[in-house]
């Protein structure tokens, strides 16, 4: 999203008009996902922190994401895509929300690209909340805490427990920062920084990021052998 604004502040327009061109962006990246043959892609489309962004922005991209969903699911669903949505749900109108749940309903048994949107959603309140829940799970079962498979079993809350960790994290717009996206998924996560601005980023520019993400000597902190 910064990427959207400083978009339309190069050319001297509001930074609604970014993130109108960004919508734009996502229809491409969606699409140049199943070309490529991607099976998991996530965007991150709504941060727990943008809501602190003027009255006028946040209602803006509010009303994009409802022309996205009202203009791109049937697409979605004809293009064999399986979309499905991450982030706490109870601060969207209800009318959003049944548009979120209608486009995970009608695409839920397609099975090319899985998409994954990131809406109102933070890594940190993504880990206080599997924390949480896995307390209380343990509690209810009498179980005591303790370290066994305690990493899985802690991936079962969270909200990608259904996904697997990304590969690769491709951060526009010339940032450098995580900005907290998937705190606990990325750990092993190849990072690709290109200063293409999101409403740009073009097929080529994911392209260069698979291929320079395909050339990376991925260890997992152990040693390769030969």
């Given at each position: 999203?910064?990427?959207n604004?400083r978009?339309a502040?190069?050319?001297?327009?509001?930074?609604?008009?970014?993130?109108?061109?960004g919508i734009?962006a996502?229809?491409r990246?969606?699409?140049?996902?199943?070309?490529?043959?991607?099976?998991?892609?996530?965007?991150?489309?709504?941060?727990?922190?943008?809501?602190?962004?003027p009255?006028?922005?946040?209602?803006?991209?509010?009303?994009?994401?409802?022309?996205?969903?009202?203009?791109?699911?049937?697409?979605?669903?004809r293009?064999n895509?399986r979309?499905?949505?991450?982030?706490?749900?109870?601060?969207f109108?209800?009318d959003l929300?049944?548009?979120?749940?209608?486009?995970?309903?009608?695409?839920?048994?397609?099975?090319?690209l899985?998409?994954?949107?990131?809406?109102?959603y933070?890594?940190r309140?993504?880990?206080?909340?599997?924390?949480?829940?896995?307390a209380?799970?343990m509690?209810a079962?009498?179980?005591?805490?303790?370290?066994?498979n305690?990493?899985?079993?802690?991936a079962?809350?969270?909200?990608?427990k259904?996904?697997?960790?990304?590969?690769?994290?491709?951060?526009?717009?010339g940032?450098q920062r995580i900005?907290n996206f998937?705190?606990?998924?990325?750990?092993?996560?190849?990072?690709?920084?290109?200063?293409?601005l999101?409403?740009?980023?073009?097929k080529?520019?994911?392209?260069?990021?698979?291929?320079?993400?395909?050339?990376?000597?991925?260890?997992?902190g152990?040693?390769k052998?030969?």
């Amino acid at each position: 999203m910064d990427g959207n604004g400083r978009w339309a502040k190069q050319r001297s327009l509001p930074r609604t008009a970014g993130h109108r061109k960004g919508i734009e962006a996502c229809k491409r990246t969606v699409r140049a996902a199943g070309e490529i043959g991607i099976e998991y892609l996530t965007l991150f489309g709504f941060s727990t922190e943008n809501w602190s962004r003027p009255a006028d922005e946040v209602n803006e991209l509010m009303r994009l994401l409802r022309m996205y969903l009202r203009s791109e699911t049937a697409e979605l669903h004809r293009n064999n895509v399986r979309m499905t949505m991450i982030g706490e749900r109870a601060a969207f109108s209800k009318d959003l929300l049944e548009l979120i749940e209608n486009a995970e309903k009608l695409t839920a048994e397609n099975d090319g690209l899985n998409l994954t949107i990131a809406l109102n959603y933070g890594g940190r309140d993504e880990i206080i909340r599997a924390a949480s829940d896995m307390a209380l799970a343990m509690k209810a079962q009498g179980i005591e805490p303790n370290f066994d498979n305690a990493q899985e079993h802690f991936a079962s809350h969270l909200m990608t427990k259904d996904l697997p960790d990304p590969d690769i994290l491709i951060r526009t717009s010339g940032e450098q920062r995580i900005s907290n996206f998937l705190l606990w998924q990325c750990a092993y996560t190849e990072f690709v920084y290109t200063d293409t601005l999101w409403p740009d980023f073009q097929k080529s520019d994911m392209q260069a990021a698979i291929d320079e993400f395909q050339h990376r000597d991925r260890r997992f902190g152990a040693i390769k052998t030969v």
